[in-house]
């Protein structure tokens, strides 16, 4: 399969999208694994788009599901009425939740979930007459998202930049990332205890009673390409959180909801937060949604205190997004897909351990479950990363499109860390034929780039 680079895009069109001369394909198709374009082309979806279609492309059973809520009840504002699939959906997110993990708010992605997190901490600080407490703490290479307060928290500067100043208050420490911030000869324990006494010294210099809310992914996504944090970090974490009276904020928009085999990825670090958000791979690309689940403590603040959340948005709680998420998570659940995603997740890191392990510019390989990460260096040996003016990660991704296969590079330079990596999220329903053919494309695709 060789299609000539040029031949992929399509032509401009009066859509504004994010590289003003993009030329795309038109996506005009999608069953299981694959989308095809106008032209009839299949590609291989091993970025799930970025981390979001969990249950794959034209499930039956969901677009069934979206026909009928479709005919039932589309929009009703949530000022007048409550819906059933928004309250069956809550039941079980509450249920599969952390512990502590007592209500739900729906909202429409991921960004709009962070951002309302960040205002139920505002908000509980308010309540509870500690209005002083505003700063956020977060870590450098996350992403938050792109409204004005979640750009607030995440820590990539390159997006950051041109909108300062920020609506919030954040302070970013480094994320823990072994792999880069580890001293030679200083063990993972060691390391993760380190890491997180940053975030104690972080809220020590900025006073404990200005501090609000820690902020982060379990494991870092787009910016970092599926970082998993060393174990015990978060233990730590959430001890410090605890004896400052810090919120934990987890942003399981991109890693959570059975990404990286488990429901949750906090699961596997034995935390629960105070408030968590998720988006994706809960409505699975199937209608746009996204959540925040918080914890009684949060909840009773404000059942206690104003009575309100003070926040809302038209579409929160859509009955045709909550159908959609129910029907995904239930196939989910059903069909035992986490299972899937845990032995898929292994053969797949087997296979980019083959592939990959003593290539001449692959890093590392990391990742949990279906999120795995492929980082690209000039040299093996120092790990020196490739000049960011390369634009190795466009290269890759082109060449990716011209073999069939759809994967998410990122890098050049984030937050004045330079280097370049490929995440691969590819649907929970994948066999092992078809991650190898992913391996062996994206082998083929890295090799043309560099
Ligand atoms: N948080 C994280 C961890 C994300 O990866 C993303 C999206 N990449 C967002 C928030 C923002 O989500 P959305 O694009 O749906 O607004």
Redesign the pocket.
């Known amino acids: 399969l060789q299609i000539a680079p040029s031949s992929i895009g399509e032509g401009m069109t009066h859509i504004l999208h994010r590289q003003i001369h993009a030329s795309l394909p038109v996506a005009a198709g999608g069953k299981g694994i694959e989308l095809f374009d106008r032209n009839g082309r299949a590609y291989i979806d091993a970025s799930g788009g970025?981390a979001v279609s969990c249950l794959g492309h034209g499930h039956p059973e969901v677009t069934a599901a979206l026909h009928a809520q479709a005919d039932k009840l589309a929009y009703a504002h949530t000022s007048f009425f409550t819906n059933e699939p928004a309250e069956t959906l809550a039941d079980k997110l509450v249920a599969g939740a952390p512990q502590g993990i007592s209500h739900a708010y729906f909202v429409s992605?991921?960004?709009e979930a962070?951002e309302a997190a960040i205002k139920m901490a505002r908000q509980f600080f308010v309540e509870t007459g500690k209005p002083e407490r505003r700063n956020v703490i977060a870590r450098r290479q996350s992403?938050?998202?792109?409204t004005l307060g979640?750009l607030a928290a995440g820590g990539n500067e390159w997006r950051r930049a041109q909108f300062r100043p920020l609506l919030i208050d954040t302070h970013h420490i480094d994320p823990c990332y072994a792999y880069r911030y580890q001293k030679a000869g200083e063990s993972e324990a060691a390391y993760g205890l380190r890491a997180a006494q940053a975030l104690e010294d972080k809220i020590l210099q900025l006073g404990p009673d200005t501090v609000m809310a820690f902020v982060a992914?379990p494991v870092v996504?787009?910016t970092a390409g599926a970082v998993p944090a060393v174990p015990g970090y978060f233990s730590r974490v959430r001890e410090i959180c605890d004896r400052y009276g810090v919120l934990l904020i987890l942003?399981e928009?991109?890693c959570g909801m059975g990404r990286t085999g488990t429901l949750h990825a906090c699961e596997q670090d034995g935390v629960a937060p105070d408030l968590m958000t998720i988006?994706?791979g809960l409505g699975g690309g199937y209608q746009p949604i996204?959540a925040v689940l918080l914890s009684r403590r949060i909840f009773d603040a404000f059942a206690e205190g104003s009575g309100f959340f003070q926040h809302g948005h038209t579409y929160m709680c859509h009955p045709m997004a909550c159908a959609a998420a129910l029907a995904v998570q239930e196939v989910i659940a059903r069909d035992d897909l986490l299972a899937n995603v845990r032995a898929m997740g292994a053969h797949l890191s087997r296979r980019l351990g083959e592939r990959f392990g003593k290539h001449a510019h692959i890093g590392e390989i990391r990742g949990r479950g279906l999120f795995m990460g492929v980082e690209l260096v000039e040299d093996r040996s120092t790990k020196a990363p490739f000049e960011p003016k390369r634009k190795l990660n466009a290269k890759i991704k082109r060449e990716a499109m011209a073999r069939g296969l759809l994967v998410y590079p990122a890098g050049g330079t984030i937050d004045g860390v330079r280097g370049d990596h490929v995440l691969l999220a590819p649907p929970f329903i994948i066999d092992a034929a078809a991650v190898d053919a992913v391996v062996e494309r994206l082998g083929d695709a890295i090799d043309a780039a560099v």
Do not use: L, Q
Not at 143 to 146: A, C, D, K, V
């Open positions: 970025a992605g991921g960004s962070v992403y938050h998202g792109n979640a992914e996504g787009a942003d928009v991109m988006a994706k996204g």
